[in-house]
């Protein structure tokens, strides 16, 4: 990963890149780049790294706000032999300082808004670090600045033993602190990235493609992404670095992507874009939707905007310690996933690489198909462990199976249908199959979440845009339903949210009923 820019740019790669903004290591260098200026930028980051003390080894820590660049950074520091962290800038301060202490980096790249932040909140996050770089801010007491490190060559690079740690990654951090996720060049990029890097028919990017990509770039998801991506030399790359459709929109008209990858929330706030009438994603062939569940009327009215004849999603399911785990398609025929098995049903294992396993929770015996029971899984991509937090890891672990924390059903056929994190399963109902239902009957509603206290029953929370809710209309959404309490409705701003765009459940339901307390044990979040 640290001359992959280089060995692109060596090939002659013609990809040129578009942003919805500058970058925030190269802040006047415009909005469009090509292969071999990005490889450049790269090789101009690391002689910064190198400036600023790093040395093969070395941990370097990377919070800023949301861009692309969060993996140049991490190819950076990776071409000097250093282990790069990234960790979102969406963590509290009092998070970030727990995830710093325990990464003790030799050095912290950040910017002055993030530690602005922090600070505000009490946390002086260049306080843990043994010496802190601010991209893009000159004159920050106690720390470096662009000045201060600019103009210096980087050394050659660092090669690593394939087993070793590569990148540090986070977990969402829906349940409370994140933990720290360490991959491999052999997990994450020779087990994960090589497998996307094959052009398989129908999903295999093209050379003619234009692909979108709308993500959180702290997460393993992208720096797999990059690797892949950059591997198959598609014709344009775009990224979008907020979910605002008014920002995005005139990026989008300008090139219209083919293959769109996005976190669920930048699907639902871009929405809007598929009603007008030259929608921006009329070319797109392939829909990809990972991190989180995809509610029914969003994945229909992403098809529906496409104008091609057969468009497909691409739904996966797996998490931070493992990469994908199963995956799946909808069709305009399945009725954007609510025909046959809908959208909780989450395919079947991926062929050869990865094997399921649903299990009593208390026995860890294996339960008949069709009942539900805690899912297990078994990949030769999972990570290495959890960073400071190895006895967590070990709990994890059943011999050569790995614990997801999440309650499912393994069906006859061999699809797994999700039921719900461990942790928020009511026995009740399933929370996700009841949410998707409510959306389907609120077409005002932007989100629906059900959250299972440790008593009383589940309580549902609508998110709409002017914060209202007709009751008439919420009575007839949750017929057929069990019991709920009473609704309540909320906008999306109100909504505690990971950097992507997960609902923190634990964090809303403390914040409604002023307990975290839920129906689940939560041993294995």
């Given at each position: 990963?640290?001359?992959?820019f280089?060995e692109?740019?060596?090939r002659?790669?013609?990809?040129?890149?578009?942003?919805?903004r500058?970058?925030d290591?190269?802040?006047?260098?415009?909005?469009?780049?090509?292969v071999?200026?990005?490889?450049?930028?790269?090789?101009?980051?690391?002689?910064?790294l190198a400036?600023a003390g790093?040395?093969?080894?070395?941990?370097?820590?990377?919070v800023?706000?949301?861009?692309w660049?969060?993996?140049?950074?991490a190819?950076?520091a990776?071409?000097?032999?250093?282990?790069?962290?990234q960790?979102?800038?969406?963590?509290?301060?009092?998070?970030?300082?727990?995830?710093?202490?325990?990464?003790?980096?030799?050095?912290l790249?950040?910017s002055a808004g993030?530690?602005e932040?922090?600070q505000?909140a009490?946390?002086?996050?260049?306080a843990?670090?043994?010496?802190?770089?601010?991209v893009?801010?000159?004159?920050v007491?106690?720390?470096l600045?662009p000045?201060?490190v600019?103009?210096?060559r980087?050394?050659?690079?660092?090669r690593r033993?394939?087993?070793a740690?590569?990148v540090?990654?986070?977990?969402?951090?829906?349940?409370?602190?994140?933990?720290?996720?360490?991959?491999?060049t052999?997990?994450?990029?020779g087990?994960?990235?090589?497998?996307?890097?094959?052009r398989?028919?129908k999903?295999g990017?093209?050379?003619?493609d234009?692909l979108?990509?709308?993500?959180?770039?702290?997460?393993g998801?992208?720096?797999?992404?990059?690797?892949?991506?950059?591997c198959l030399?598609?014709?344009?790359?775009?990224?979008l670095t907020?979910?605002?459709p008014?920002?995005?929109?005139?990026?989008?008209?300008?090139?219209p992507?083919?293959?769109?990858?996005?976190?669920?929330t930048?699907?639902?706030?871009?929405r809007p874009?598929?009603?007008r009438l030259d929608?921006?994603?009329?070319?797109v062939?392939?829909?990809i939707?990972?991190?989180?569940?995809?509610?029914?009327?969003?994945?229909?009215?992403?098809?529906?905007?496409?104008?091609r004849?057969?468009?497909l999603w691409?739904?996966?399911?797996?998490?931070?310690?493992?990469?994908p785990?199963?995956?799946?398609?909808h069709?305009?025929?399945?009725d954007?996933?609510?025909?046959?098995?809908?959208?909780?049903?989450?395919?079947?294992?991926?062929?050869?690489?990865?094997?399921?396993?649903?299990?009593?929770?208390q026995?860890?015996?294996?339960?008949?198909?069709?009942?539900?029971?805690?899912?297990?899984?078994?990949?030769?991509?999972?990570?290495?462990?959890?960073?400071?937090?190895e006895?967590r890891?070990?709990?994890?672990?059943?011999?050569d199976?790995w614990?997801?924390g999440?309650?499912?059903?393994?069906?006859?056929?061999?699809?797994?249908?999700?039921?719900?994190r461990?942790?928020?399963?009511?026995?009740l109902?399933?929370?996700?199959?009841a949410?998707?239902l409510?959306?389907?009957?609120?077409?005002?509603a932007?989100?629906?979440?059900?959250?299972?206290?440790?008593?009383?029953?589940?309580?549902?929370?609508?998110?709409?845009a002017d914060?209202?809710?007709?009751?008439?209309?919420?009575?007839?959404?949750v017929?057929?339903?069990?019991?709920?309490?009473?609704p309540t409705?909320?906008?999306?701003?109100?909504?505690?949210r990971?950097g992507?765009?997960?609902?923190?459940?634990?964090?809303l339901?403390?914040?409604?009923?002023?307990?975290?307390?839920t129906?689940?044990?939560?041993?294995?979040?």
């Amino acid at each position: 990963m640290g001359v992959l820019f280089d060995e692109c740019a060596d090939r002659g790669h013609g990809t040129t890149v578009h942003l919805d903004r500058p970058f925030d290591l190269a802040p006047d260098d415009g909005v469009h780049w090509t292969v071999p200026q990005l490889a450049a930028l790269v090789r101009e980051s690391a002689g910064r790294l190198a400036t600023a003390g790093v040395r093969p080894g070395d941990r370097v820590a990377i919070v800023k706000e949301n861009h692309w660049d969060y993996d140049l950074l991490a190819c950076a520091a990776v071409r000097l032999g250093a282990v790069p962290a990234q960790l979102s800038a969406h963590l509290s301060g009092d998070a970030l300082t727990t995830l710093l202490h325990r990464l003790s980096p030799k050095l912290l790249v950040t910017s002055a808004g993030v530690l602005e932040r922090a600070q505000r909140a009490d946390a002086d996050l260049a306080a843990v670090a043994a010496r802190t770089l601010v991209v893009d801010a000159d004159g920050v007491p106690g720390t470096l600045g662009p000045a201060d490190v600019r103009g210096h060559r980087a050394p050659a690079p660092v090669r690593r033993d394939d087993d070793a740690p590569l990148v540090i990654n986070h977990t969402s951090g829906t349940t409370g602190v994140p933990k720290l996720v360490a991959h491999s060049t052999r997990t994450i990029i020779g087990k994960l990235a090589r497998s996307e890097c094959v052009r398989y028919p129908k999903i295999g990017v093209r050379r003619t493609d234009t692909l979108l990509n709308a993500n959180s770039y702290a997460h393993g998801r992208t720096f797999c992404w990059t690797a892949s991506a950059l591997c198959l030399e598609p014709a344009r790359i775009v990224v979008l670095t907020a979910e605002d459709p008014l920002r995005a929109d005139p990026l989008l008209r300008a090139h219209p992507p083919t293959v769109v990858e996005a976190l669920p929330t930048a699907y639902i706030r871009l929405r809007p874009l598929t009603e007008r009438l030259d929608n921006a994603f009329r070319r797109v062939r392939l829909f990809i939707s990972t991190y989180d569940a995809m509610h029914p009327p969003v994945i229909r009215s992403y098809l529906a905007a496409s104008r091609r004849r057969s468009p497909l999603w691409m739904q996966g399911w797996g998490q931070t310690e493992t990469g994908p785990l199963t995956f799946r398609f909808h069709t305009r025929a399945s009725d954007g996933g609510l025909g046959g098995p809908g959208v909780r049903n989450l395919g079947r294992p991926i062929p050869v690489k990865t094997r399921l396993r649903v299990v009593d929770p208390q026995t860890f015996r294996p339960v008949p198909r069709g009942r539900p029971g805690l899912v297990l899984a078994r990949t030769e991509a999972r990570a290495l462990t959890y960073l400071g937090e190895e006895r967590r890891w070990a709990a994890k672990q059943h011999g050569d199976w790995w614990n997801t924390g999440d309650i499912a059903v393994h069906r006859r056929d061999g699809s797994v249908e999700l039921l719900d994190r461990e942790v928020d399963h009511s026995s009740l109902l399933s929370c996700l199959s009841a949410e998707d239902l409510i959306e389907e009957r609120l077409p005002q509603a932007l989100e629906c979440i059900v959250l299972t206290g440790a008593v009383g029953p589940p309580l549902p929370v609508v998110v709409t845009a002017d914060g209202r809710l007709d009751a008439q209309q919420w009575r007839a959404a949750v017929r057929e339903l069990p019991p709920l309490a009473e609704p309540t409705v909320l906008t999306w701003d109100d909504v505690p949210r990971t950097g992507t765009g997960k609902v923190r459940r634990a964090t809303l339901l403390k914040q409604l009923t002023g307990t975290a307390a839920t129906g689940g044990t939560g041993r294995w979040t």
